[in-house]
């Protein structure tokens, strides 16, 4: 006979974070060992990289990522699985496994509160790029290597999880939501603008090209020759379209 149970889980709100976020960690760990071995296994040497060598980095991994990685300590997790329900021995180790959740969500909200109180005290007009943070932090697609059936080519998904770790980290959609309440009580103003192009524009003389981004930080026009850092062409850039979308709506 087979049996199938069903658990009712009512999570709190720090529980949901907590539950959110730990796949998200561990999918990034893990894309991350794989990336390893392709890229061990695409070099010259052809190096093999086993499970054994990866799961003995966990230790060193977890020391140099506590905000992270160091929050899922398995031996805790091991440790509340063997507890009896109910008593005070797995009280005691839920207490330590939600313990660091619970200060990694206060540190997020309190960054989040602070910054939009300040963006709120200093400006009457706020714009910001109408994200869609779940493709943000999607993961890449693979690229297989068509003279090598079964291998892939490198796809930036190392580099990539850096970004989705710090996209996650950021909690953009609960700064926003913070950033819209304050600005409404306050009497401001906050617009949402295309993202399209926010940082290939030239803001001197309006040209559009990839080209104009030679790296991620600098900004280049190939039309005029305007150079900047690429994070304030496309503030001014968000700015701008902001302020062009005020005027065309009616008051």
Same mark, same amino acid.
């Given at each position: 006979?087979?049996?199938?149970?069903?658990?009712?889980?009512?999570?709190?709100?720090?529980?949901?974070?907590?539950?959110?976020?730990?796949?998200?960690?561990?999918?990034?760990?893990?894309?991350?060992?794989?990336?390893?071995?392709?890229?061990?296994?695409?070099?010259?040497?052809?190096?093999?990289?086993?499970?054994?060598?990866?799961?003995?980095?966990?230790?060193?991994?977890?020391?140099?990522?506590?905000?992270?990685?160091?929050?899922?300590?398995?031996?805790?997790?091991?440790?509340?699985?063997?507890?009896?329900?109910?008593?005070?021995?797995?009280?005691?180790?839920?207490?330590?496994?939600?313990?660091?959740?619970?200060?990694?969500?206060?540190?997020?909200?309190?960054?989040?509160?602070?910054?939009?109180?300040?963006?709120?005290?200093?400006?009457?007009?706020?714009?910001?790029?109408?994200?869609?943070?779940?493709?943000?932090?999607?993961?890449?697609?693979?690229?297989?290597?068509?003279?090598?059936?079964?291998?892939?080519?490198?796809?930036?998904?190392?580099?990539?999880?850096?970004?989705?770790?710090?996209?996650?980290?950021?909690?953009?959609?609960?700064?926003?939501?913070?950033?819209?309440?304050?600005?409404?009580?306050?009497?401001?103003?906050?617009?949402?603008?295309? *993202?399209?192009?926010?940082?290939?524009? @030239?803001? #001197? &003389? !309006? %040209?559009? +090209?990839?080209?104009?981004? *030679?790296?991620?930080?600098?900004?280049? @026009?190939? #039309? &005029? !020759? %305007?150079? +900047?850092?690429?994070?304030?062409?496309?503030?001014?850039?968000?700015?701008?379209?902001?302020?062009?979308?005020?005027?065309?709506?009616?008051?």
């Amino acid at each position: 006979m087979i049996r199938a149970y069903k658990i009712l889980m009512r999570p709190t709100v720090g529980q949901q974070a907590a539950l959110a976020q730990m796949p998200r960690d561990h999918c990034s760990l893990h894309n991350g060992a794989l990336q390893e071995r392709r890229d061990a296994y695409q070099h010259a040497s052809q190096t093999t990289v086993r499970y054994g060598q990866q799961s003995a980095q966990l230790k060193e991994i977890r020391a140099f990522d506590p905000e992270r990685q160091g929050r899922w300590s398995f031996s805790s997790q091991q440790a509340l699985s063997r507890c009896k329900r109910g008593s005070k021995r797995r009280r005691k180790a839920v207490g330590k496994v939600a313990r660091p959740h619970r200060k990694v969500r206060r540190q997020r909200l309190d960054h989040s509160h602070k910054a939009a109180r300040d963006l709120v005290r200093e400006h009457d007009f706020i714009a910001h790029e109408d994200l869609e943070i779940r493709n943000v932090s999607r993961a890449p697609e693979p690229k297989p290597d068509s003279g090598r059936p079964g291998s892939f080519l490198p796809n930036g998904a190392a580099s990539k999880a850096g970004l989705n770790r710090s996209t996650n980290d950021a909690d953009w959609g609960v700064f926003l939501a913070i950033l819209n309440a304050k600005a409404e009580s306050a009497g401001r103003e906050v617009m949402t603008v295309d *993202p399209r192009n926010t940082s290939r524009r @030239c803001p #001197a &003389c !309006g %040209h559009t +090209a990839k080209e104009n981004r *030679p790296t991620q930080e600098k900004f280049h @026009c190939v #039309a &005029c !020759g %305007h150079h +900047a850092h690429a994070d304030t062409v496309g503030a001014l850039n968000v700015l701008r379209a902001g302020l062009a979308r005020r005027e065309t709506q009616p008051a």
